[in-house]
Structures are given as structure tokens and as C-alpha cells.
């Protein structure tokens, strides 16, 4: 079976700091990879998407980067983090039909 | 231009019947997602239609029409642990992007 890990979990830094969330997927080969963002209260935001290695595409202009340095890992950075960018960031799969996608659990950003 | 509606919150009494509704706008449509998230969790994959028409699934159905832009999550037999948030994703056509609604959350009271 197919199973999403995500971390950390939860992670507080200062304004300015880099970051680095990873995501990898295991059971599955040649997966469609996303990363989302989900703000306070807020709904999903689609930050990232990723159809093969080295494909990634933007949805959303700003500070965060992602890359996709192996068919099952996904990765989302930052230079330097903004106060914005605090929220709970979430890694999915789905497979090369794109149907239902599968979350991971999650990493809860605090920027202070 | 996209654009997804849904009811902010409901509540609902333990044991009852709950319908949540949820209107959309998209340039493409090949079906919509339901699914469920308990606060501080990733969200569940609940349901996808993509024909008009109801589809039941044990206590929860979803219903599609298409030509209205307008699905419904049925919740039959409420039980505490039904508590979360719904969301409604349109699948735009061809662009392996769904647009996730902001969710309806629901309070089951005992």
C-alpha cells in the first residue's frame, strides 16, 4: 500500500530564516506530487505541482521554492522566511491519472 | 475565473440527517472531490463524482449536477466523530489542479 510521510511535524522559526519541508512517498512509482498551503482559517492554497523529476510547476508567486530531486521525494524551501508564510503545510500524491489525491500529515509552520 | 461557495458552518444534532452544499464556477470540469478534515489533520478523500446523479457510499452520498455547478455531501446518521470541516474540490479539466473551497465545518451536538 501507499503511504505519504511529511516533516516535521511542527516547526517554529524567526523571520528570515531558510526552510526546508520534505515529503516522500513510498509504494507507489512515478507519483503526481503537490505541496499546499492552508493559512488560518483559511482553505487550501496550491503552492506547487510536480508531474516527474526535475517538473515542478508554480502556482503561486513568492518566497517558496520546491524541487523533486527523486521520483518519490518532494521538497519545499525557502531563503528567507516572511511572517506570512506561517500555516500548515501539506505534501500530496496522486497517481498519473490524476484522480483523488492522498495527503501526508502535515508540518505546522510558526514564523516568528 | 474560479469560484467555489460553501456554507462557512453548520451544526447538527447527533443522529440526524445534514446537507451540505457547495456551488462552483471553473473554466474546466472533469468531476468534484469531497473531503473531510478533522482540525489539525490532513484531509480524507471522501468522494468523487463525475457523472450526474446521487452515489452513496454507507452513511455518506454525494450528488452532482453539472449543468447547475452545484454537488451536495450528504451525512446520514450523525455521530460525534463526524465533526470537521468539509471541502468541496472542483477538478478543472486536463490541469491535475483541484481549487479546494475554504470548507464547511461541522459541529455534531450531542
Known amino acids: 500500500s501507499q503511504t505519504i510521510h511529511q516533516w516535521p511535524a511542527t516547526l517554529v522559526q524567526p523571520v528570515g530564516s531558510p526552510l526546508s519541508l520534505e515529503c516522500t512517498v513510498e509504494g507507489t512509482s512515478n507519483p503526481n506530487l503537490y505541496w499546499y498551503r492552508q493559512a488560518a482559517g483559511r482553505g487550501l492554497q496550491l503552492l506547487f505541482y510536480?508531474?516527474?523529476?526535475?517538473?515542478i510547476s508554480s502556482e503561486v508567486p513568492q518566497n517558496l521554492s520546491a524541487s523533486r530531486p527523486q521520483d518519490r521525494q518532494f521538497i519545499l524551501s525557502s531563503k528567507k522566511l516572511l511572517l506570512s508564510d506561517s500555516g500548515f503545510y501539506l505534501c500530496?500524491?496522486?497517481?498519473?491519472?490524476?484522480?483523488?489525491?492522498?495527503f501526508g500529515p502535515g508540518t505546522r509552520l510558526t514564523v516568528t | 475565473g474560479q469560484n467555489i461557495d460553501q456554507p462557512t458552518e453548520m451544526t447538527a444534532t447527533e443522529g440526524a440527517i445534514v446537507q451540505i452544499n457547495c456551488t462552483y464556477q471553473t473554466s474546466g470540469f472533469n468531476g468534484l472531490f469531497w473531503y473531510q478534515q478533522h482540525a489539525g489533520e490532513a484531509p480524507t478523500f471522501l468522494s468523487y463524482?463525475?457523472?450526474?446523479g446521487l452515489e452513496e457510499k454507507g452513511r455518506f452520498s454525494s450528488f452532482l449536477s453539472r449543468s447547475k455547478g452545484y454537488s451536495y455531501l450528504l451525512l446520514k446518521e450523525l455521530q460525534m466523530k463526524d465533526s470537521a470541516s468539509y471541502l468541496c474540490a472542483p477538478d478543472a479539466s486536463g490541469t491535475y489542479k483541484y481549487i479546494f473551497g475554504t470548507g464547511t465545518r461541522l459541529k455534531v451536538l450531542a
Open positions: 510536480s508531474v516527474g523529476i526535475g517538473q
Open positions: 463524482n463525475v457523472l450526474d
Open positions: 500530496a500524491w496522486s497517481g498519473a491519472r490524476a484522480v483523488e489525491q492522498y
